[in-house]
C-alpha cells in the first residue's frame, strides 16, 4: 500500500508536470504498489438540456476519445518519467460529465487477474498484518462477502496512517 508521503510526492511531481489545460481541479489519484491511477476531470460537451441520457453519453465518450487520442504522446511521455521515478505502471482515466473511463490498466497476477481496487483491498489486509500474503488475503475476503468491506477498510487505513505519523516522530527520526 503506498503512504501519505508517497501520495503527496506524486501528486507534487504531477502537478508540476501536468499541463494545466488538461483537467478541470483536482486530478483524482490512486496509489498502489504495482500502479499510479491518474483520473482527471475534462469539459463535458455543451449540450441542452433537454437532449437524451443516450445522446449526452456518447457525446462524453465521444469527448473523452477525442481526449485520449489528442494528449497520447505527451501522456506516454509524462508516464514513461513517473514510471522511472515511482517504479510503478502508470495508467491515465478521465472523467467527463457522468461518463468515468480508465484508458489502461495494469492487471496484476494475484490467483487471478484483479484491478487496482481489488489489489488494494489485499495488501491493506497483509499491510495490517490481517493476512500472511495476498493469496491469504484473497480468501478472507471471500469469507467476507465484502457486506461490511468499506466501512472496516476505511477504518483500518485510517488506523495505519496513525500509526505511519507516530513512527515518524518517534525517537529515531531526524528532527528538522
Do not use: Y
Not at 139 to 148: D, F, P, T
Request: glycine share 6%.
Amino acid at each position: 500500500m503506498s503512504t501519505q508521503t508517497e501520495h503527496e510526492k506524486v501528486r507534487g511531481w504531477l502537478t508540476g508536470r501536468l499541463p494545466g489545460d488538461w483537467f478541470e481541479g483536482e486530478t483524482e489519484l490512486s496509489i498502489d504498489r504495482d500502479e499510479i491511477l491518474i483520473v482527471g476531470r475534462i469539459p463535458a460537451p455543451e449540450q441542452s438540456n433537454d437532449v437524451s441520457a443516450a445522446e449526452r453519453s456518447a457525446a462524453e465518450e465521444g469527448r473523452i476519445k477525442q481526449f485520449r487520442e489528442d494528449t497520447r504522446e505527451r501522456r506516454i511521455e509524462i508516464a514513461r518519467e513517473l514510471e522511472h521515478a515511482a517504479r510503478r505502471k502508470v495508467a491515465w482515466g478521465v472523467r467527463c460529465g457522468d461518463t468515468r473511463t480508465v484508458f489502461t490498466s495494469l492487471s496484476a497476477p494475484v490467483m487471478t487477474r484483479l484491478r487496482q481496487p481489488e489489489r488494494q483491498v489485499l495488501d491493506t489486509l497483509v499491510d495490517a498484518g490481517v493476512a500472511r500474503s495476498r493469496s491469504d488475503a484473497l480468501s478472507w475476503c471471500v469469507k467476507l462477502v465484502a457486506q461490511h468491506s468499506e466501512t472496516w477498510l476505511a477504518d483500518l487505513r485510517t488506523a495505519m496512517t496513525k500509526v505511519e505519523e507516530v513512527r515518524k516522530a518517534g525517537p529515531d527520526t531526524q528532527q528538522d
